[in-house]
Structure formats: C-alpha cells, structure tokens
C-alpha cells in the first residue's frame, strides 16, 4: 500500500507495536514534551474538542499552533485540520448527526417525563434517560466508524 499524498498512514511492521507515542516541540522555549496514553489519543483525533496542549519544559498551556511534531516539523493545529479534512466522509457525517440524535432522544425524553404529569423531576429524568438510550444506541455504530489517529502523520 503506497502513502497516500495528504496522510501518511503508519503501518506497524511485523512484531513492531503500534505508535503509541509522539514528540512535540513548544516553538515559544524549544521544550520537548512526550505524549502517550489517552492525552495522544485526544490530540491526534482531529474530532475531538482539543484548544491547547502542555509544554512540559515551560509548564504552560498553550494553542495547538504554538507546538510542531518534532519528526515531521508541522504545527499540531495544522496537522488536526489536514487529517481532519482528508477524513471520511462517513467519519465527518458521523460528527454531526450522532450529537443531533443524541439531542433528539434528550428532548423526547423531556416531552415524554413532562408528559408524565410527576414535575420537574420527570423531565429531568426523561431527558437523562433519553440521551442514555440514545448513547447505547449509536454506540455500536460509533465503534464500527472508530479511526486510531495516532497511526496519521
């Protein structure tokens, strides 16, 4: 499988283990910082609400653009927007009708509890359990449509 021309999609060998961590550069103190574990898998998921990171040298947060990938010299807000755009079509459906679906079964949720006639209470709880039912619903679907962005550089 060649490279494709906007993400490089990094194929573990045989018996080498998948990227599981990755370096950063703060461009502000030159500070290194090792990334791994779920925090990796936040920032490399273009998806994910991710504003700022942490320089481990300076101990700041600060914007994604302030920080590049030391292996491939490109600014991590950069990076989340290439992978971004050159994702799935089904994958960036997905990012929008999921949230409204869920938001769908809160409000029925609501309607049915204040239907109820028991208060306050029974919206709330209407509106909890619509969302819930909702969330086990689309789960198995979010499952079959999951990317590990991290093997994206």
Known sequence: MGADPVLD???????EPALTQRTYAHISCHGLTVIGG?????LANPFSVVKATFCAKCSQMDAL???V???TGED???YRNRVRKAAPAAL???EIIHITILVLFGFGGVVLGALTGFGRLAVLCGALLGAGLGAVILWPIGRLLHVDFRRYL
């Open 76 to 78: 991590l807000r950069t």
């Open 69 to 71: 990938w030391v292996d």
């Open 38 to 42: 779920s925090d990796f898998v936040r």
């Open 9 to 15: 999609y990094r194929t573990p060998g045989p018996g």
């Open 92 to 94: 960036k459906i997905w």
């Open 65 to 67: 653009a302030a920080f």
